[in-house]
Each structure stands twice: as structure tokens, then as C-alpha cells.
């Protein structure tokens, strides 16, 4: 079973995220801050990280960086999902280290044909 670590520190869009990945076959692994998320992606190394931009103490940009800078495996897919979608934002996160890019709100019935384009 492949496991997805979602980094988001919105109750409501955590309950979202994990409630459609697991009805789907997904194991998840929740965080919800930055740091956490960090530790995480080290420590459990998942086959695909969902990260949220706007996060209470580090922003997913940095994390991101980070989790491509640390132990954790460099070829993790990460995913940016954000309600930021100003022009250059999509840009930024993928010089940050994401691969991939989902604005908010997610479209319950398009976001696992956006997330598995990510998961081979």
C-alpha cells in the first residue's frame, strides 16, 4: 500500500485530503506544521508528500527545500497544495523542489487523477 504524508495545518482540508486518500487504498501520514512534516518525510519516507504553502511556522516552500536537502529521499514527488494562485506561484514552487502543483479549494472529484500522476 503506498503511503502519502500530507503536511497541512487546516483542520477541515486535512479531514478532506485524508478522508478522499484513504477511501481510495492510501495509507496516510498526517502533520500538521512544517517541522513536523520535516521529521516526517525523514522518518517515514513516503512515496509521495503533500505540502501545504501556507503553514504556521515555516512555510511549504521551506520545508520543501529542506526535505530535498535532508536524508529523506531526494525523489519523493512533493506536491504543492495551496489557495495561492497568483501568477509565479506555480514557478516558485517547483524551483523550490515540488513536482507538482494543486490549487485550492481541491475538486474532490479531479484531486486522485491529479495526485496519482505523481505516484508510479
Known amino acids: ?4 504524508l500530507i ?7 486535512m479531514y478532506l485530503i485524508n478522508f478522499i486518500l484513504e477511501k481510495n ?10 517541522e513536523e512534516g520535516i521529521v516526517l518525510a525523514m ?6 508528500i503533500i505540502m501545504d504553502i501556507q503553514l504556521p511556522d ?3 516552500l521551506e520545508v520543501t527545500r529542506r526535505i530535498r536537502k535532508s536524508k529523506a529521499d531526494g525523489t519523493i514527488p512533493i506536491i504543492a497544495i495551496t ?3 497568483m501568477s509565479g506561484d506555480r514557478d516558485k514552487a517547483l524551483e523550490a523542489g ?17 495526485i496519482e500522476e505523481y505516484l508510479v
Do not use: F, Q, W
Not at 500500500?1 to 502519502?4: A, C, T
Not at 485550492?104 to 487523477?113: E, V, Y
Open 58 to 60: 515555516i512555510n511549504g
Open 25 to 34: 487504498g492510501y495509507e496516510t501520514i498526517k502533520a500538521l506544521n512544517g
Open 83 to 85: 489557495s495561492y494562485a
Open 98 to 114: 515540488c513536482t507538482g502543483y494543486i490549487e485550492k479549494p481541491i475538486n474532490p472529484d479531479t484531486i486522485m487523477a491529479e
Open 1 to 4: 500500500m503506498k503511503r502519502i
Open 7 to 13: 503536511v497541512e495545518d487546516n483542520e477541515h482540508n
Open 43 to 48: 522518518k517515514e519516507k513516503p512515496d509521495l
